[in-house]
């Protein structure tokens, strides 16, 4: 296995523990595996992810629905994210956002389910 594989396996690994109606960054996901400065390799990760990837869960630092294209993408993780429960508001500039205080998923360690908090960076 390429170490480009093994990082996008560990980044589905996490995604996959991000319980329903709570969401994570893209920086803590590279945090947990320890890549600290590879946030955007996370995303990266996320726009080749498998079907069955709960995608919808991650966001940016600041609780954003990143931009892509298509930009109908925003609206779907919008969608899909207030089906688990998870306000979804728009910002002053039209960007789709999350309440990380309130629905962030933040645990200290990859490997530990015991050690969870919600809310922080």
Not at 10 to 22: A, D, E, T
Not at 37 to 42: I, L, Q, T, Y
Not at 83 to 91: I, L
Request: with cysteine.
């Amino acid at each position: 296995m390429s170490d480009r594989d093994e990082f996008k396996e560990q980044v589905y690994s996490v995604v996959q523990r991000i319980p329903k109606g709570r969401v994570t960054s893209y920086g803590h996901i590279a945090k947990l595996i320890n890549h600290p400065r590879h946030a955007r390799h996370v995303g990266t990760a996320m726009r080749e992810s498998p079907p069955n990837l709960p995608w919808q869960r991650v966001v940016s630092f600041q609780g954003k629905i990143s931009p892509r294209v298509p930009l109908d993408n925003c609206a779907r993780q919008a969608q899909l994210l207030r089906q688990e429960g998870v306000v979804v508001e728009a910002d002053e500039m039209g960007l789709f956002c999350v309440d990380l205080t309130l629905y962030g998923w933040f645990p200290a360690e990859a490997a530990g389910s015991g050690d969870v908090q919600i809310g922080g960076t």
